[in-house]
């Protein structure tokens, strides 16, 4: 499903995001990568998305090899991969329903697919009587439940999360996590990006540990180690 092979990512003579990187993760796992600020989740997240593209090394999600990505295709390519950030970007002047139905429009979905697509993915993370309310009126764990509405309305295979617990409290936390992993449980892969300790070893799925840049452990039950 997502492979990296010898991947480096150089800022410049004496920086860089990942060194000599090698990496497998298989259709349906739910995979942490974790490490402290600044060891390379965040490149290794760009990289994957095509935000960033690699010094050099090979990068293939599900036989893809995207590691020299034109800009036209980097659209589909996101189709694939639904996206969660610690920072919900929801559209203020939006309700729920438009905020996950607009993700379809830009794609230039039909209507009706979009009236067919929207209720189901806010069922799946339990908005759907709360589809009329704005930003602003929801908790920071509702916001992020409807980011991760937003993330599933091309049925991606992967889901990418990117600290998305980071601006929440335990108790939403939990809830986000929790939903991550009825995600998973229908088959789509999720890699979840984090530094939080107690997430991860709560988890206790597989860990990939980064730290200056490189892959320094990768444990199918692990801990946060570092």
């Known amino acids: 499903m997502i492979t990296l092979n010898n991947v480096t990512k150089k800022y410049s003579a004496d920086s860089y995001g990942l060194k000599d990187v090698s990496l497998l993760i298989?259709?349906?796992?739910?995979?942490?990568?974790?490490?402290?600020?600044?060891?390379?989740?965040?490149?290794?997240?760009?990289?994957l998305i095509a935000e960033e593209i690699a010094t050099s090394g090979k990068i293939e999600i599900g036989g893809w090899d995207i590691t020299r990505i034109k800009n036209r295709e980097i659209p589909s390519l996101r189709r694939q991969i639904g996206v969660v950030f610690q920072d919900f970007k929801l559209l203020p002047k939006k309700t729920v329903w438009e905020n996950?139905?607009?993700?379809?429009?830009?794609?230039?979905?039909?209507?009706k697919r979009i009236r067919d697509v929207v209720p189901q993915v806010l069922?799946?993370?339990?908005?759907?009587?709360?589809?009329?309310?704005?930003?602003?009126?929801?908790?920071?764990?509702?916001?992020?439940?409807?980011?991760?509405?937003?993330?599933?309305?091309?049925?991606p295979k992967i889901l990418l999360a990117d600290e998305p617990t980071g601006n929440l409290d335990t108790l939403n936390t939990r809830e986000i996590i929790d939903l991550l992993e009825k995600i998973n449980k229908f088959g789509t892969t999720v890699v979840l990006v984090t530094h939080d300790r107690e997430v991860v070893n709560g988890l206790r799925r597989r860990v990939v540990t980064l730290a200056d840049?490189?892959?320094?452990?990768d444990h199918s039950h692990g801990k946060y180690l570092l």
């Open 100 to 111: 996950v139905a607009f993700a379809l429009e830009v794609a230039g979905v039909p209507n």
């Open 26 to 47: 298989e259709p349906g796992e739910f995979v942490s990568i974790v490490g402290q600020s600044g060891t390379g989740k965040t490149t290794l997240a760009k990289l």
């Open 213 to 217: 840049g490189q892959v320094v452990a």
């Open 123 to 155: 069922k799946i993370v339990g908005l759907e009587e709360k589809h009329k309310r704005f930003p602003h009126q929801l908790s920071g764990g509702e916001q992020q439940r409807v980011v991760i509405a937003r993330s599933l309305v091309h049925r």
